[in-house]
């Protein structure tokens, strides 16, 4: 079959980052990540015998028209469309335009988390043929050949369509990739990868996924649609494989090790860590983790491993609000991770969330004055978004708080959120002048400069992020 | 996977440490004394010659030898092998009054610091006056306070007391490195970097009972500027 797997671009030109959970402007880290679900499901078709080829739009500066007239070349006999909430409109927009020019002999597959969740709706637009629900790679393989074989697709596990009578049908749910080194290593050689460069030092990255599935339930979080709640990881020899090809083959030497939570088998850490020194991989990375799963020695075993920044969803500054969402977490627990991965020398960024359910002015002045306590390097101040797939969506329906049914709000610098106590605009209000207050204090400007920017060329690509990042702000 | 979360402060217990280097003449009397407010009572020993760990053993207290790098290196290994969430240093001269620990802990568990330090200036001391090197000990000691107030933008009385409560994950988290009793200062510096809450409570320091310093202020004085200065200009 020939297939196109497709990220089309915004309408408004804004660039959004589209990679399963996280759903964002550029602008809000100065980066576009390496697009690892469509390269890696890329791979994965063409290796069984597909052709195969990839558009990501936004990276490329790829137009409407460019995109349109490119697909009329390419004649896809099915387009995957990478989907998120805030770019729904236009990826169906996308999928109309591609129906349309091709005489409706196109199939379009949408993937994503909002697809996973809001399938009945989506497929009722009669320009989309097919929604994957949850991890696409497999489902994706299997529906093209299903299609082509022209068999019964309802035993393709993990889709939902529409059937010759109109009527919704979903199969039997796709089981989770169990052992994930049957995944193949993403083939970089699909895109361009000089589009994917690191906000401070301009250099090129690739996301590199290590590990999938959380156990955890945060009322406000989505990714579980996507890789579900029981936690799988590819082997260690895997990842050495991977990153030593990124190394020779594309020259790359910084990653993003991509995973709801890296840290949550500390021995699987500890070996892979044991695994790159010895390897003698010269590489620079950063990854995520809870702070619950943070102690000394594993801080110490990744930042000599190459690991320069760690990242920890501290969500909030008030105890309650953390018992709140489901966070599991406490404010001592925040405050040692920090300390300990900030006195193993690495930089720490924080992701902050305000406008939950229960906040209030006093609630958020809480968080930004715990925030400002910590030793932070970077910082993240986002509005609460009920995306769809959370516990906060289907509270914020029941409770009639949403401002708004338009997807394209639903954005992390704009509330969609109005409580009794404290409405969307004034978190938004609060939410600005706290990521004004954070980034202009000129001891925060000079310590980051200090700390990443080594040459002028440096100094040049960071000014020119900051246009892109005070709109987002 | 443990997915609870910790209980809160109240209840959280007491682990003692009792650094020693040749402490004979004083170390029962201060295990005794220590003895109802501890959960768990260890002596760490910087490799004591004289009967210190006999005695201690005697007294049927957890007796653990250290590297005997210096006291640093004691406070450090203490905070490992607590088992407990709160860790109070003692002094094992006799010098510290050991009913004043409940003093100490209650700002921890009532969630209102991390770190507390019985306070010489508040609470007063026999030993800071007595002659010249006192003299000099007490303003050096003075003018880092000053100093770390001013920098970390807090106030505190006394910040080189040994006789501290400590929260023992916020203790693991600074990654401590001294080996001497610099560590002492550093343990607030670093804590105070790093956003840790730090406080001090009036506790009265008595003249030690037996045994010598093994402090000696002509010749560490340098060590202690020195970190001081580190600290101030360190970017975390």
Redesign the interface.
Known sequence: MNILILNPPQRDNIIMVKEGRCMQRKGAWGYIMSPITIVTMGTLLRNNGHIVTIKDCPASGTSFSEMLASIALIAPDIVYINTSTPTIDDDIYAAKCIKKQNNHSAIIVLFGIHPSCQYPTLLTENCVDFCIIGEPEYTALDLAASIKLKSNLNSVAGIAFLDNSEKLVVTTAREPIINMDNLPMPDWSFIDTGNYRLPLNNEKFLLVNTNRGCPYRCTFCNAYVYYGRTPRRRSVATIIQELKNNVELFGITNFMFWAEEFILDKKFVLELCHAIINAGLSIKWVCNSRVDAVDPETMTAIRRAGCWNIAFGIESGNQSILNMINKKITLDQIRHAVSIAKNAGLQVTGHVIIGFPNETRETISNTEQFVKSLALDFVQYYCAIPYPGTQLYTDAINNNWLTTTDWRQFEHNISVLNYPQIKAKEIMKIRRQLMLKWYLSPKKVINTLINNISQPSDLFAFISKIPGFLRWI | ?D????DSRINWKVTVIVPTLDEEETIAEVLEQVKPYADELIVIDGKSEDRTKLIANEAGVKVVTDNGMGKGSAIRLGLQIASNPIVVFIDADGSHEASDIPKLLAPIRQNQA?IVIGSRMTGGSDELFYDAAELIRLTGSMLINLTINYRWNVRLSDTQNGYRAV?R??G????MVENSTTIEQEMVM?AL????RVANVPSHEYRRKGGKSKVIVSKVWVKYLLNVIRHLVR??
């Not at chain 2, 970097?193 to 840790?196: A, D, F, L, M, R």
Request: proline share 0%; glycine share 4%.
């Open positions: 996977m997915l609870t979360v910790k991390d929260v994950d916020a693991l988290a600074l990654n670093k970097t790093c956003g840790y970017q975390t």
